[in-house]
């Protein structure tokens, strides 16, 4: 299973609408996703006793990042870096083996012409120190505002086409990693 790491917490983001779109071109290709979304992190992770002891609330969402045969990062760009609430939750996961060989894949999204370049950037130096399995193939959305409809969805083809493409050759990528079927009959 591919989970999909909505890569913050505010509500309404353009990352959560983009993310949709990528949770169904996974469904497209037939392959399972589960959607980790941090607008649902329990309020308690915040508590300074977490970094000691995780509240049971938090299980789940370390579980998803621990069962997952890969893992698909939808990071927005926030004063030229990731999300404050992003690095947190990846220092509140288990170390080491929550993306020690666990192939990660990253698309960016951002108000600005750079498309979270930055963040994403930022992401794979992270995750590179945690030996994760970077898949090369990086989508970037700048100017998100004007890229998505009144329903909030990407109505470009050539950009569709990108996610797809991208969401296509993660599976892949991570089938040969992992040694797992994620795809179901075409």
């Known amino acids: 299973m591919i989970t999909l790491l909505v890569g913050t ?18 469904g ?22 977490s970094y000691g002891e995780k509240p049971k609330a938090f299980q789940p969402f370390a579980d998803a990042i621990l069962q997952a045969s ?9 004063n030229g870096g990731i999300p404050g609430v992003l690095k947190y939750f990846i220092d509140m996961l288990p170390f080491p083996e929550s993306f020690e060989h666990r192939p990660v894949c990253f698309t960016g999204v951002a108000a ?3 498309g979270a370049l930055r963040p994403v950037e930022q992401l794979q130096a992270i995750f590179g120190y945690r030996n994760a399995y970077l898949y090369p193939e990086r989508v970037f959305l700048p100017g998100i505002g004007k890229l998505l409809d009144a329903n909030g969805r990407l109505t470009d083809p050539d950009l569709l086409e990108r996610l797809k493409n991208q969401a296509d050759g993660f599976v892949t ?11 179901g009959e075409k």
């Open 112 to 114: 600005g012409i750079w």
């Open 70 to 78: 890969g893992l698909h990062v939808v990071t927005p760009e926030y």
């Open 9 to 26: 917490n505010r509500p309404g983001s353009n990352t959560r609408k983009v993310a949709a779109q990528i949770e169904s071109i996974y």
């Open 28 to 49: 497209g290709l037939k392959s399972p996703v589960r959607v980790l979304d941090l607008a649902q992190l329990p309020a308690e992770i915040f508590a300074p006793a």
């Open 173 to 183: 990528f991570t089938e040969r990693l992992q040694g797992v079927k994620l795809r």
